[in-house]
């Protein structure tokens, strides 16, 4: 009798976890859907940017902002992390995280570096920088611009392209905004994104791990990922829209970053000229730094009181600091560029189509290219 009673709990036990297993895999199956096509949770996409009036226009934009919710990154070795490989309606990413471009080849002619505004966050694949560049000048593109990256790490991208393209006779570097990455106080270079990727992989280990009595956790978590996943994106961007966090950073940190961006554009260019490449440092855009129209958008007075700072000490230190006067040549100021404009940002750093095409003939007027 007491057998059969342990049988029957034994039982019981077994389906309840397969049950268990079953309503966590169905439910993480409705939610990651949801999240990632229904327009029922209009909350999920990026706030609402594509109904800003920068949009008005592009039929495409409610789906692009769906599908840029969407990219993702993992780690890889040198660089940190690129974007996963994407294939949308609106977003294309190749295995080796380059974006599609309009007259797109790895053994390109043009060679586009930066974070997310050179990769284009704000546009679908045809109205981003490098394709709208390759779209006027018909000249062959890569665009290598990843999310986060900073410009030491474009120096990493730019000795990698060209150790194996031959092609390539210019290069553009599209920085400033990312810099803020390397704001810590630590002695050595770190990006504040180190200990999320640390994270990863060390569960990634946990979860490899191939013995039987692990096999049935590693199971559930397969399936309980996705809706760990989809959580903290809504509750990252809960906390987004009710930060009060300041920006906290000194005089020392202001320089170390100033500093460490020219450099790096110092080093692009020696390794260009030993090429004969020609090579050009970008000084992005940011908000309320000029005069663009930004009524339309909430952005923090820290945040952008930070970036005048930092912009100011980059200007300053190229203009008088000796060390510099090569890369002073190659300098393309674009700080203040937007000048009166509506509705050019839909954030404090992306900028809409109607902005990268702007900036787009303004690089083909000034280096000349016909």
Excluded: C
Excluded at 104 to 125: C, I, P, Q, R, T
């Amino acid at each position: 009798m007491k057998n059969l009673k342990k049988i029957d709990l034994v039982f019981k036990n077994i389906s309840n976890t397969i049950i268990l297993i079953i309503a966590v895999s169905i439910l993480s199956i409705i939610i990651l859907n949801l999240y990632r096509g229904l327009n029922l949770f209009v909350f999920f996409q990026s706030d609402y940017q594509d109904k800003l009036q920068n949009y008005s226009e592009f039929e495409w934009s409610s789906q692009y902002f769906i599908d840029q919710d969407k990219l993702t990154a993992s780690y890889i070795s040198y660089l940190g992390h690129i974007e996963d490989s994407l294939d949308t309606e609106t977003i294309k990413v190749s295995s080796n995280g380059v974006r599609n471009s309009f007259n797109h080849s790895d053994n390109s002619e043009v060679l586009f570096l930066g974070g997310s505004a050179m990769f284009g966050f704000g546009s679908n694949d045809k109205f981003t920088i490098p394709s709208l560049f390759a779209k006027h000048t018909n000249m062959t593109v890569k665009n290598n611009g990843n999310a986060g990256h900073t410009s030491f790490q474009g120096y990493l991208k730019l000795l990698n392209h060209t150790r194996h393209f031959r092609n390539t006779s210019l290069i553009i570097s599209y920085d400033g905004i990312n810099e803020v990455y390397n704001l810590n106080s630590d002695k050595r270079e770190k990006h504040s994104y180190e200990d999320l990727f640390n994270s990863r992989i060390n569960s990634s280990r946990i979860n490899s791990i191939n013995s039987k009595e692990y096999s049935i956790v590693n199971y559930l978590i397969g399936f309980v990922e996705p809706l760990i996943s989809v959580t903290t994106k809504v509750i990252s961007k809960i906390s987004k829209k009710n930060s009060t966090k300041t920006f906290d950073y000194t005089e020392k940190d202001i320089d170390n970053i100033a500093l460490n961006l020219l450099s790096n554009w110092s080093l692009m260019l020696d390794e260009a000229k030993k090429l004969d490449i020609k090579f050009y440092a970008v000084l992005q855009p940011v908000a309320k730094y000029g005069d663009p129209s930004t009524d339309h958008l909430s952005i923090s007075q820290d945040l952008l009181k930070f970036y005048k700072s930092l912009y100011d000490k980059i200007r300053l230190t190229l203009d008088t600091n000796h060390e510099y006067q090569d890369l002073k040549n190659s300098f393309i100021d674009l700080s203040d560029f937007f000048q009166g404009e509506k509705f050019i940002f839909y954030d404090h750093v992306h900028i809409s189509p109607n902005g990268n095409e702007i900036i787009t003939k303004y690089l083909i007027d000034r280096l000349n290219i016909n």
